[in-house]
């Protein structure tokens, strides 16, 4: 009596296990119907398969297509009148085909890691295109075709082989982030000035060792990375930049800095680690803003007395020695 007891129990318990597991299931997918529900509700007109989105192309406003090693692009990619955003990131492509420019209504276009080294004279036909990755190509000039971009309000060229930039640069007067990091540049044109809707500006992993006197007209800039490089001094134009909250200058060969630096009001973090600074200007006290100052890795100490005076000059400050 007591077996078929103990019996009957397990029996129970296996059932029990079993619905259980099945209630489980059941909960599983719907909650995976669901969430692909809401993400077809959420992006709607978006795609990641070329075929399938071929089938209507006039529905595509987005196309993801990174990360599946396509080699070339077919033209009927025109058919994507209504297309405003494509994503090539991480492909093969070598060349992009001329119907790219028949893509009228788009404002992003990413081609970053591609081994592509130009670009078709069509690709300026993109009237309306506001945002441009290039980075992680091979270009070793600014191609004029980006320059005739000129609603372009965030471009990236980063991780190429670019040793200068073209006086036209200042053409793209509605910039307000540029990208440049990890390239080749030896010098900025002066015209790099032009650009005043500028908010950040990436320059980090080049070969500059000076700055034209014309980057203080970037009234609006927030942002300025200039981290690895081989800049020696800053110009005095620096303390027009009044708008700047964030800069960075590590691992450079500077060993001073200009008096004007005091004018940057709102800057919150200053990195200038890894730089032979051992005597700062007492105008470093009038930046009552800043929050972060890093002052590590000197390739001199600096002297404990100039330690002191900076934390008294900028008593709320972090300061990192």
Not at 35 to 49: D, F, H, R
Not at 241 to 256: M, R, S
């Amino acid at each position: 009596m007591i077996s078929n007891t103990l019996s009957i129990t397990k029996n129970q318990s296996v059932f029990l296990t079993l619905e259980h597991l099945f209630q489980s299931f059941i909960i599983f997918v719907f909650i995976c119907f669901f969430t692909e529900l809401q993400a077809e509700k959420a992006a709607p007109g978006s795609y990641s398969n070329l075929t399938t989105a071929l089938e209507n192309p006039l529905k595509v406003r987005e196309l993801n297509l990174s990360w599946q090693e396509i080699t070339s692009l077919p033209s009927e990619i025109e058919k994507f009148r209504n297309l405003k955003s494509l994503n090539l990131f991480k492909n093969n492509l070598e060349s992009l085909p001329v119907e790219i420019g028949k893509l009228k209504n788009l404002k992003s276009l990413n081609l970053g890691l591609n081994p592509l080294i130009t670009f078709p004279k069509e690709i300026e036909q993109l009237n309306d295109l506001l945002e441009l990755d290039f980075s992680g190509n091979k270009l070793e000039v600014l191609p004029n075709e980006i320059l005739q971009l000129k609603n372009l309000t965030d471009l990236s060229l980063a991780s190429n082989e670019l040793l200068t930039l073209p006086e036209e640069i200042g053409k793209l007067l509605n910039l307000q982030k540029l990208t440049l990091g990890n390239n080749e540049i030896i010098t900025l044109p002066e015209t790099i000035g032009q650009l005043h809707s500028l908010k950040e500006l990436d320059l980090n992993s080049n070969k500059l060792t000076t700055l034209p006197d014309s980057i203080g007209q970037l009234r609006n800039l927030r942002s300025l990375t200039l981290n690895d490089n081989q800049l020696t001094n800053l110009p005095n134009e620096f303390g027009q930049l009044k708008d700047l909250q964030e800069l960075q200058l590590i691992g450079n060969k500077l060993e001073a800095l200009p008096k004007e630096i005091g004018q940057l009001k709102n800057l919150k973090s200053l990195s200038l680690g890894g730089n032979g600074i051992t005597k700062f200007p007492e105008e470093i006290g009038q930046l009552q803003n800043l929050k972060l100052l890093f002052l590590d890795n000197q390739s001199i100490p600096i002297p404990s007395l100039e330690k002191e005076k900076i934390r008294k000059l900028l008593p709320k400050c972090k300061i990192y020695f």
